[in-house]
């Protein structure tokens, strides 16, 4: 597999008398201290080893040093990793600080408008997070949030809270990332990632870390004929950073398409990919997972290496749905890819008004979640939602979207299911489109997703077939759940698809065998008032937890829930986002880093360790420490 060129550049221990003499130029005689700061470390992980994990912190109260704290990594410690990274080292500051005197002295109005105008759009921005709400609220616009009482008081300041104190943008050559890896477990501080930041339990930030700024890394490559154990055929590679209107615009020049995210602006090649990836082609493809032929990724030890069918097969498996920041931080993926085809999409609309009323809706919804096991065995991928505003409810249908099928195919599959509407009295009239190709397709169907409310709290489940079998009790239970939480002022979004192995070329991944029997993936919603005390806040938290959520539990509960997008408070985590394939993973995870330096919040290995938060919310502002209890993997939802 072809190198990038920012990967050809990479740290090698050639590369150490090169770096000795950049540092002793600075530093003088005290170059050897700086030098060890980037040092590999004396076990390849990708070899056999029987090294102990290390659960012993070097900060206070075994968490990792903090700001403040002897073992934080001083100025000049600082100093040498920007040297060595080429100034690529950045100490961050909230967006949002502009709107705030004590960062300037004095409120800049003008700059603060800009900001608020814009900050449902923030992707590109090196610590801002989509669920600011885990971040610790501490530097939000007040025309978001603004609080001076509660759990999340800010005294009307801004704050770094969750955000991570300094960054590295990774963007010309892969040993910034090395030697930023090398730096943070031979400190022993905490390490985050990110590209784009839209996982729900916002595992981009951290406060007191490093973070890696992998949002540049946009290189992208056609490879004709690549050739493995398990796969011969064409491939397309691209850099961490791309996002997916820029894998599908690069790649449907070549007459082709493969797989990426229902939004635009998640990157294909990041966390969505490594936490298993639903796509608009998950119903005739199967899952992301299914479609990464190699990594490119530099492990715990800070060596850069390919995990593929051929190289590091143990580690492939695991990156192919164990999740991000978990076991090395990707440079580049390589994917397979498909024809491009013919696609038709429809989008409609239907709700309470004056000639229907709620129970005539509520009919037409349960006659929808019946249609499920059609639209999943006529791969078809279908995203709406469904709100509560002030007793009236109504299902927004964003794409009903049909891969390799013909208008009037995709009509055909649908036409059952209007005329039971037309039966019921419900109106409804889909608006069609027809596309030549799936690019086209995707840019007039699925929108972009922008910056979770503060106050908003989600959780996810995946449904399998039989609960939406009409007729059974099963399926009638599953439908008042959901009514139910309607009725409670709860948003359900929601999707029909089936990414099954079949589908997916019987691929050997780590995802959950919970996304191949489920037919149904749902979200469901509720806003919080964040301005209560903490006390308030945590109950109730704890309340959607085991309230409406243990409910999906208990009428799924041999499934799970998708790790990107889950209740980061969700119990038995282990074996809701992975299954029986959680021990394996801890194992892999255990070998490839033995250090602890990734810690991803609900990842593999997360239970051993907590985030102490000062919010005393689960949130990502506070110290990460070994978390004297853990709950440890039962094999049960």
């Known amino acids: 597999m072809p190198y990038f060129n920012y990967e050809k550049l990479r740290q090698t221990a050639d590369d150490v008398k090169a770096i000795q003499k950049k540092l002793s130029r600075t530093f003088g005689r005290k170059w050897s201290h700086y030098w060890n700061l980037f040092s590999f470390s004396a076990i390849d992980v990708t070899?056999?080893?029987?090294?102990?994990?290390?659960?012993?912190?070097?900060?206070?109260?075994?968490?990792?040093?903090?700001?403040?704290?002897?073992?934080?990594?001083?100025?000049?410690?600082?100093?040498?990793?920007?040297?060595?990274?080429?100034?690529?080292?950045?100490?961050?500051?909230?967006?949002?600080?502009?709107?705030?005197?004590?960062?300037?002295?004095?409120?800049?109005?003008?700059?603060?408008?800009?900001?608020?105008?814009?900050?449902?759009?923030?992707?590109?921005?090196?610590?801002?997070?989509?669920?600011?709400?885990?971040?610790?609220?501490?530097?939000?616009?007040?025309?978001?949030?603004?609080?001076?009482?509660?759990?999340?008081?800010?005294?009307?300041?801004?704050?770094?809270?969750?955000?991570?104190?300094?960054?590295?943008?990774?963007?010309?050559?892969?040993?910034?990332?090395?030697?930023?890896?090398?730096?943070?477990?031979?400190?022993?501080?905490?390490?985050?990632?990110?590209?784009?930041?839209?996982?729900?339990?916002?595992?981009?930030?951290?406060?007191?870390?490093?973070?890696?700024?992998?949002?540049?890394?946009?290189?992208?490559?056609l490879v004709e004929h690549y050739k493995s154990a398990n796969y011969s055929g064409p491939a397309f590679k691209a850099g961490a950073g791309i996002q997916g209107f820029e894998i599908y615009k690069a790649i449907s020049s070549y007459g082709l398409t493969t797989l990426g995210g229902e939004c635009p602006t998640v990157s294909p090649t990041g966390g969505w990919i490594m936490g298993g990836g639903h796509a608009p082609a998950s119903g005739i493809w199967g899952m992301g997972a299914d479609h990464a032929l190699a990594f490119e990724v530099v492990t715990a030890d800070g060596r850069f290496v390919t995990a593929s069918s051929d190289h590091n097969p143990d580690l492939f498996w695991a990156l192919r749905g164990g999740g991000g920041l978990t076991f090395g931080v990707v440079s580049s993926v390589l994917v397979r890819v498909h024809e491009d085809g013919p696609v038709t999409s429809a989008s409609w609309s239907f709700g309470t008004s004056a000639i229907t009323t709620k129970e005539t809706v509520y009919a037409g919804l349960k006659s929808w979640f019946a249609f499920f096991p059609r639209g999943a065995d006529n791969e078809i991928y279908a995203y709406f939602n469904i709100f509560n505003v002030g007793g009236s409810v109504t299902l927004t249908m964003a794409s009903f979207f049909a891969m390799n099928k013909t208008l009037t195919q995709a009509q055909e599959i649908l036409q059952p299911w209007l005329d039971d509407m037309k039966s019921l009295g419900v109106p409804v009239e889909p608006e069609w489109q027809s596309f030549d190709g799936f690019y086209t397709a995707y840019n007039g169907s699925f929108p972009v997703e922008d910056v979770i409310n503060s106050g908003v709290v989600t959780a996810s489940r995946l449904f399998p077939r039989e609960n939406f079998m009409n007729g059974t009790q099963l399926f009638d239970d599953t439908f008042d759940s959901i009514t139910g939480n309607l009725d409670a002022g709860m948003a359900v979004i929601g999707y029909n698809m089936a990414p099954t192995l079949q589908r997916g070329g019987y691929q050997n991944t780590s995802v959950s065998q919970a996304w191949r029997d489920s037919i149904g993936y749902m979200i469901i919603g509720v806003v919080t008032n964040m301005s209560m005390p903490a006390e308030y806040l945590v109950e109730q938290r704890r309340n959607f937890t085991n309230g409406p959520m243990q409910r999906w539990r208990e009428l799924t509960p041999n499934s799970g829930a998708y790790l990107n997008e889950a209740d980061r408070m969700e119990p038995n985590l282990q074996y809701s986002f992975w299954g029986t394939k959680y021990p394996s993973l801890l194992k892999v995870k255990q070998h490839y880093d033995p250090f602890n330096l990734f810690y991803a919040t609900t990842g593999v290995g997360s239970e051993f360790f907590e985030v102490r938060s000062i919010d005393d919310y689960p949130d990502e502002n506070g110290r990460l420490c070994v978390n004297p209890d853990p709950k440890l993997y039962f094999p049960k939802s």
């Open 47 to 221: 070899q056999d080893h029987n090294t102990p994990v290390n659960y012993t912190l070097t900060g206070p109260d075994n968490c990792k040093p903090f700001p403040g704290d002897a073992a934080w990594p001083s100025f000049w410690e600082w100093q040498a990793l920007n040297l060595v990274t080429g100034g690529a080292l950045i100490k961050p500051v909230p967006q949002a600080h502009v709107c705030y005197s004590n960062s300037t002295g004095s409120v800049d109005e003008t700059a603060c408008e800009t900001v608020s105008k814009n900050w449902h759009g923030h992707q590109g921005d090196p610590i801002e997070m989509l669920s600011p709400l885990y971040q610790g609220m501490s530097c939000q616009p007040p025309s978001e949030f603004k609080s001076t009482v509660g759990a999340f008081d800010n005294g009307a300041l801004c704050a770094q809270g969750g955000y991570p104190s300094y960054v590295v943008d990774v963007r010309t050559v892969i040993a910034q990332m090395q030697l930023a890896i090398n730096f943070a477990r031979n400190k022993g501080i905490r390490l985050v990632v990110k590209n784009t930041g839209h996982d729900f339990s916002e595992k981009s930030g951290g406060a007191g870390s490093l973070s890696l700024w992998t949002h540049h890394l946009k290189e992208v490559a």
